[in-house]
C-alpha cells in the first residue's frame, strides 16, 4: 500500500530565510507524488509533481522539491519564504493506476515579518 | 474557463436528517473525485468516477453515504441519517482522465455540520 508522512504538523520560519517542509513516502512500485497547497478559505492548488522523468521538480512561486530513491523522500524547499507562502502544504502520492490520491497529514507553514 | 464548483457552501443539519452535495467538474474531465477533510487532518478519499461508473468505492465510511454521476457531468454525494461525525468539508476533484500522471483540480468544498 502507499503512504506518505509529513514529519512536521507545523513549521515557523521568518520572511526572507529558507523553507524545509518534509515528507517520507512509502510505495511498493515507482509513485507519482504531488505537494498541494491549501491555503485559508481557498481551495487546493497544486504546487509541482514528480512523475519520474527528473529528480528535481520546479514548481510555482519557486518551490521545488527533489525526490531521493535511498532516503524515501520528497522534500519540498523555498529559497527565500515570503509573507503569502503561509499556508497548509500537502504532500500525496497517486495510487497505483491513477484514481485516488492519498495525503498526508499536512504540514502548517507560519511566516514571521 | 471555470474551474470545479461545489454547492451548497456551507451545509448546516440535524442529526438524522439526509443531505445532497453537488459537484459541477471542469468541462470535458471525465474523472471526478470525492474526498473528505476532517477538523485538522488531511483528506481522505471516498470515491472517483471514470465517466459515469465507479471503479474504486473504498472510500466510502458506511453505506449511508452514496454518490451518482450524471454522464460526465455533475456528480452528487448523498449521506443519508447524518451522524455527528459526518462534519467535515467534502471536496470534489476532476482530472482529464484516471491516471497517475493527471493533476487532479479540487474545488472549493462544502463544509458540512450535523448539529
Known amino acids: 500500500a502507499q503512504s506518505v508522512t509529513q514529519l512536521d504538523s507545523h513549521v515557523s520560519v521568518s520572511e526572507g530565510t529558507p523553507v524545509l517542509l518534509r515528507c517520507n513516502y512509502s510505495?511498493?512500485?515507482?509513485?507519482?507524488l504531488f505537494w498541494y497547497v491549501q491555503h485559508p478559505n481557498k481551495g487546493l492548488q497544486l504546487l509541482l509533481k514528480?512523475?519520474?522523468?527528473?529528480?528535481l521538480v520546479k514548481g510555482i512561486n519557486g518551490f521545488e522539491a527533489e525526490f531521493k530513491k535511498s532516503e524515501t523522500s520528497f522534500h519540498l524547499t523555498k529559497p527565500s519564504a515570503h509573507m503569502s507562502d503561509a499556508a497548509e502544504y500537502f504532500c500525496?502520492?497517486?495510487?497505483?493506476?491513477?484514481?485516488?490520491?492519498?495525503f498526508g497529514q499536512g504540514t502548517e507553514l507560519s511566516v514571521k515579518p | 474557463g471555470a474551474g470545479v464548483s461545489q454547492s451548497p457552501s456551507n451545509k448546516v443539519t440535524e442529526k438524522g436528517k439526509d443531505v445532497e452535495l453537488r459537484c459541477d467538474p471542469i468541462?470535458?474531465?471525465?474523472?471526478l473525485y470525492w474526498y473528505r477533510q476532517r477538523l485538522g487532518q488531511g483528506l481522505e478519499f471516498l470515491i472517483y468516477?471514470?465517466?459515469?461508473?465507479?471503479?474504486?468505492k473504498s472510500g466510502l465510511p458506511s453505506d449511508r453515504f452514496s454518490a451518482e454521476r450524471t454522464g460526465e457531468s455533475v456528480s452528487t454525494l448523498t449521506i443519508q441519517r447524518t451522524q455527528q461525525e459526518d462534519s467535515a468539508v467534502y471536496l470534489c476533484?476532476?482530472?482529464?482522465?484516471?491516471?497517475?500522471?493527471?493533476?487532479?483540480?479540487f474545488g472549493p468544498g462544502t463544509r458540512l455540520t450535523v448539529l
Open positions: 510505495s511498493s512500485y515507482s509513485p507519482s
Open positions: 468541462s470535458g474531465h471525465t474523472a
Open positions: 514528480y512523475t519520474s522523468a527528473a529528480t
Open positions: 500525496v502520492v497517486s495510487s497505483l493506476g491513477g484514481g485516488k490520491l492519498i
Open positions: 468516477f471514470q465517466g459515469n461508473s465507479a471503479p474504486d
Open positions: 476533484a476532476s482530472s482529464y482522465t484516471r491516471g497517475p500522471y493527471n493533476e487532479q483540480f
